[in-house]
């Protein structure tokens, strides 16, 4: 792979959960071809939104070679990007991971979830079941 070359993992739909910190619950894409000279914040937004989310709360990379709980760092502008650009030299990746607004994550898994099973037009549920309770006696065979 050329030296100005690297891919951007990217884990998105998901969330952290803490104890041990980690990404759940999301998928991961892969973005080859992203050139260090060109990379920017923008860039980073650009990929995002052509995964299908409109907004984000905050967009994380992970230093290549450490834990997502010490080598997590925020892009929050272009100059975050540029050290993320840093960091992946000598490596082919480096992981991005987006946080969402949970209201834009809900409309792009609708969009990707299967449809909701159809009900038969025949079944009735009745609500107004009395379903009483019984005294019980219980006999134990201790043997």
Not at 65 to 91: P, Q, S, W, Y
Request: charged content about 30%.
């Amino acid at each position: 792979m050329d030296d100005r070359l690297f891919t951007c993992e990217i884990h998105h739909g998901g969330h952290f959960v803490e104890n041990p910190l980690r990404y759940v619950d999301g998928f991961v894409n892969h973005v080859d071809d992203c050139d260090h000279d060109l990379w920017s914040k923008l860039e980073v937004e650009d990929i995002v939104r052509r995964l299908g989310y409109d907004k984000h709360r905050m967009l994380w990379y992970k230093i290549p070679g450490l834990g997502l709980l010490e080598g997590l760092r925020v892009i929050g502008n272009d100059r975050d990007a540029m050290h993320m650009t840093e960091c992946v030299r000598g490596h082919d990746q480096i992981e991005v991971y987006v946080e969402h607004v949970i209201e834009d994550v809900e409309s792009v898994v609708d969009n990707l979830a299967l449809p909701a099973p159809q009900m038969d037009e025949q079944v009735h549920v009745n609500a107004e079941v009395d379903v009483g309770m019984k005294d019980v006696e219980v006999e134990e065979d201790i043997g």
